[in-house]
């Protein structure tokens, strides 16, 4: 690739803009991520520890590809999952799966669908709009509000399916999409239980950083670069994406920048998506990132109550605090689990450290008949 400055990148798809002030972190933080380990990833590291298994496959459930249409009449694609001794003449109840921000349903979503189907629920992995087989242009766009569209959307089809309770239907977010599916929950009462997993609050990390970090004039200077990159595509200039994860490793590569690549630039969880480019994989649009700015899904997150919320976070996990605020917001029933010893992306594939049994009975009790 062809470095333009050090935060530029040229990657044939579009220029992709770096942003190291989401990463920036406290001593006590970084103390906490065990850099010793992190730094001995090389370029081409894959760490399988805790067996890792983004990819798990089960010959106890079966699974499909579907199509459904949003309020906006975009397509949103998902794979659902059907338990093969589910009782047809019975309702069952169902989960939506969310991915985390910048992946695809195939990239941890459908895991977590794959293993709560093993244990007796209806489940469908979706693509968020802009992201993966879903529709919308263009490609990598960020729109808060249509993204948890999408988790209604898939309301909509599920409870419409005559083997599934409309009135036990729970959603499941991963990384961002614990944001969206909040953002969701607050205006669809349907949604009977919500759980998050390594949640990202992707408005105040975009507005604050990590540990509130960022400056007020730094956020306006974002927000002046994408404004000012508006005139430049619309008089026909190259689009430019934005954060998501490196593509290659350097000596002076930041922790979390390990952390991501090792899921998302490896054979561990990297997944193109069907007519993608690995140049974009993981980048949102420049000048929509912005859009994250006015994104709050934790305002009024007390008002899903008396609808259960659990929120799932590794102890070492840089994120935490986004699960941890969540938590300290939201009026009970309310439960935030600790995963001993698990990073953010940790808890994206490693099946030895993801709590099933804590999500399977926050569901079954939730979501009982």
């Given at each position: 690739?062809?470095?333009?400055?050090?935060?530029?990148?040229?990657?044939?798809?579009g220029?992709?803009?770096?942003?190291?002030?989401l990463?920036?972190?406290?001593?006590?933080?970084?103390?906490?991520?065990?850099?010793a380990?992190?730094?001995?990833l090389s370029?081409?590291?894959?760490?399988l520890?805790?067996g890792?298994?983004?990819f798990?496959?089960?010959d106890?459930?079966?699974?499909?590809k579907?199509?459904?249409?949003?309020?906006?009449?975009?397509?949103?694609?998902?794979?659902?999952?059907?338990?093969?001794?589910?009782?047809r003449?019975?309702?069952?109840?169902?989960?939506?799966?969310g991915?985390?921000?910048?992946a695809?349903?195939?990239?941890?979503?459908?895991?977590y669908?794959?293993?709560m189907?093993e244990?007796?629920?209806?489940?469908?992995?979706?693509?968020?709009?802009?992201?993966?087989?879903?529709?919308?242009q263009p490609?990598?766009?960020?729109?808060?509000?249509?993204?948890?569209?999408?988790?209604?959307?898939?309301?909509?089809?599920?409870?419409?399916?005559?083997?599934v309770?409309?009135?036990?239907?729970g959603a499941?977010g991963?990384?961002?999409?614990?944001?969206f599916?909040?953002?969701?929950a607050?205006?669809?009462?349907?949604?009977?239980?919500?759980?998050?997993?390594?949640?990202?609050?992707m408005?105040?990390a975009?507005?604050?950083?990590?540990?509130?970090?960022?400056?007020?004039?730094?956020?306006?200077?974002?927000?002046?670069?994408?404004?000012?990159?508006?005139?430049?595509?619309?008089?026909g200039?190259?689009r430019?994406?934005?954060?998501?994860?490196v593509?290659?490793?350097t000596?002076?590569?930041h922790?979390?920048?390990?952390?991501?690549?090792?899921?998302?630039?490896t054979?561990?969880?990297?997944?193109?998506?069907?007519?993608?480019?690995?140049?974009?994989?993981?980048?949102?649009?420049?000048?929509?990132?912005?859009?994250?700015?006015?994104?709050?899904p934790?305002?009024?997150?007390?008002?899903?109550?008396?609808?259960?919320?659990?929120?799932?976070t590794?102890?070492?996990?840089?994120?935490?605090?986004?699960?941890e605020?969540?938590y300290?917001?939201?009026?009970?029933?309310?439960?935030?689990?600790y995963?001993?010893?698990?990073?953010?992306?940790?808890?994206?594939?490693?099946v030895?450290?993801?709590?099933?049994?804590?999500?399977e009975?926050?569901?079954?009790?939730?979501?009982?008949?």
């Amino acid at each position: 690739m062809e470095m333009k400055r050090n935060d530029e990148t040229t990657q044939g798809h579009g220029v992709i803009i770096g942003r190291r002030k989401l990463l920036q972190l406290s001593g006590a933080s970084l103390a906490a991520m065990s850099l010793a380990a992190m730094s001995s990833l090389s370029a081409m590291a894959q760490d399988l520890s805790n067996g890792a298994n983004n990819f798990y496959t089960s010959d106890k459930v079966t699974k499909r590809k579907v199509t459904f249409k949003s309020q906006y009449e975009e397509n949103v694609v998902g794979n659902l999952f059907t338990p093969k001794a589910l009782d047809r003449n019975a309702k069952a109840p169902a989960i939506v799966v969310g991915h985390p921000m910048g992946a695809v349903k195939e990239q941890s979503s459908t895991l977590y669908a794959t293993m709560m189907a093993e244990r007796g629920f209806v489940t469908l992995a979706i693509d968020l709009p802009f992201w993966g087989e879903s529709g919308g242009q263009p490609r990598n766009l960020v729109s808060p509000d249509v993204y948890a569209e999408a988790f209604s959307a898939a309301v909509d089809y599920l409870g419409s399916q005559n083997f599934v309770d409309r009135n036990r239907i729970g959603a499941l977010g991963i990384c961002g999409s614990g944001s969206f599916v909040i953002s969701a929950a607050k205006i669809d009462p349907r949604m009977k239980a919500v759980a998050t997993v390594s949640m990202y609050d992707m408005g105040s990390a975009n507005r604050n950083a990590l540990n509130h970090s960022q400056t007020v004039e730094q956020r306006k200077q974002m927000i002046a670069a994408a404004a000012e990159q508006r005139y430049a595509e619309f008089a026909g200039a190259e689009r430019k994406y934005t954060s998501g994860t490196v593509h290659e490793l350097t000596a002076g590569s930041h922790p979390i920048e390990r952390e991501f690549y090792d899921f998302y630039r490896t054979r561990r969880g990297e997944f193109t998506p069907r007519g993608g480019s690995p140049a974009t994989t993981t980048h949102p649009t420049l000048t929509s990132n912005v859009k994250f700015m006015n994104f709050y899904p934790f305002n009024d997150i007390e008002t899903i109550s008396p609808r259960p919320m659990l929120f799932i976070t590794g102890d070492q996990a840089h994120s935490k605090e986004f699960s941890e605020d969540a938590y300290k917001r939201a009026a009970e029933p309310k439960e935030l689990h600790y995963v001993r010893g698990a990073g953010h992306v940790d808890l994206y594939d490693r099946v030895n450290l993801i709590p099933w049994g804590k999500l399977e009975s926050f569901f079954s009790q939730h979501l009982a008949a």
